[in-house]
């Protein structure tokens, strides 16, 4: 029921920014919980951001500071917009959302840090 699909990615020197997107094309309402994971090579998947339909958020401690997640409810899109950034973030970005006590995974896009 929930299909998640993101956009966003692409290549950009140390230091710039990405605005990575994710929408729900199932049209799920109000879906409890979103966020991006990221997995890069050679590395385990790791949570970036998190954020509920409360309004609650969560950060990884790498991008405390230079990463905000944000989340339209009605509309069932989540976005990730990405300051500062270093070539350590370069991975495969993944939206994730939880609903209804399932968990669901977008397909990825890959964001490239580098000069």
């Known amino acids: 029921q929930v299909h998640l699909v993101e956009s966003g990615g692409g290549l950009v020197q140390p230091g710039g920014s990405l605005r990575l997107s994710c929408i729900d094309s199932?049209?799920?309402?109000?879906?409890?919980?979103m966020g991006w994971y990221r997995q890069a090579p050679g590395k385990q998947r790791e949570m970036v951001a998190l954020?509920?339909?409360?309004?609650?958020?969560n950060y990884v401690d790498s991008v405390k500071g230079r990463f905000t997640i944000s989340m339209n409810n009605a509309e069932n899109t989540l976005n990730l917009q990405m300051n500062s950034l270093k070539p350590e973030d370069t991975a495969v970005y993944y939206c994730?959302?939880?609903?209804?006590?399932?968990?669901?995974w977008g397909q990825g896009t890959q964001v490239t840090v580098s000069s």
């Open positions: 994730w959302a939880w609903h209804l006590g399932n968990e669901y």
């Open positions: 199932g049209r799920s309402p109000d879906i409890h919980m």
């Open positions: 954020r509920s339909n409360v309004g609650s958020t």
